[in-house]
């Protein structure tokens, strides 16, 4: 069964903790991506990286940091160091980036709460 | 500065009725248009894509417009369904540089028995 994955669905945090948000695909895709959606907003770019062992800072990267060892795995950790972590996160995948025709697969999220 | 602005924000509509939302944008050179549909707590789903030479695509009940040139694009939904109720977001994506996908806070549709 193809797809992306991520998990937990629901993560809590205290603040000043790092909490690490885990994101899969077995699509094979050399592209993956972070964002971040708020309320009323539309998606935010955190990172993307379009190969393994690559990947580049987005719009909102302050506080955030990514890993990229494997083609299926783009992790996310949301260190202390980001001011107002609550929020939904979504992770994506694609062929490649290309020419930004290739579509992007989003995994089901993962919702943070900061207590 | 590339934007797509969508609207309105938020629809109610009754179900079986007709709908339709737009999505303005500034992007530029372009190369293509894609609308997804957003279930709350899910993530999105990608309905149609377009591109400069297109003017219509249709994927069932949903029809996406284009006009390349004003810079605009709309989505109608045909006789609509409770399950249509989500939010539809538009994504412009560009040529230039290396990440080329520019987001619309999306439209959040209602739709009531």
Redesign the interface.
């Known amino acids: 069964d193809g797809g992306?994955t991520q998990s937990p669905k629901y993560l809590f945090r205290k603040e000043g903790q790092n909490v690490t948000l885990s994101c899969e695909q077995n699509l094979n895709h050399d592209a993956m991506y972070w964002y971040r959606q708020d309320p009323?907003?539309?998606?935010?770019?955190i990172y993307?990286s379009?190969i393994v062992n690559d990947f580049?800072k987005?719009d909102i990267a302050e506080g955030y940091s990514v890993s990229r060892e494997k083609k299926e795995s783009f992790p996310l950790t949301v260190t202390s160091a980001q001011k107002n972590p609550t929020a939904?996160y979504?992770c994506?995948s694609s062929i490649s980036?290309g020419?930004?025709?290739n579509?992007?697969f989003?995994?089901?999220?993962t919702?943070l709460t900061v207590l | 500065k590339n934007q797509?602005e969508q609207s309105p924000?938020s629809l109610i509509i009754l179900e079986g009725k007709n709908c339709t939302l737009q999505c303005n944008y500034t992007v530029s050179p372009f190369?293509?248009l894609?609308w997804y549909k957003q279930d709350t707590?899910?993530?999105?789903?990608?309905l149609t894509?377009m591109?400069f030479s297109e003017n219509t695509k249709s994927n069932g009940r949903y029809t996406a417009t284009l006009d390349a040139d004003t810079k605009q694009s709309s989505l109608h939904i045909t006789a609509s369904q409770l399950s249509d109720s989500a939010s539809y977001?538009c994504?412009v994506?560009?040529?230039s540089g290396?990440?080329?996908?520019i987001?619309?806070?999306?439209t959040r549709l209602k739709v009531l028995a």
């Open positions: 992306i009323g907003q539309g998606l935010r770019l993307y379009q580049q987005g939904f979504l994506a980036i020419r930004g025709y579509e992007q989003f995994g089901p999220g919702r | 797509v924000q190369s293509n894609r707590g899910r993530g999105p789903v990608s894509i591109t977001i994504v994506s560009g040529t290396t990440y080329k996908y987001f619309g806070t999306g």
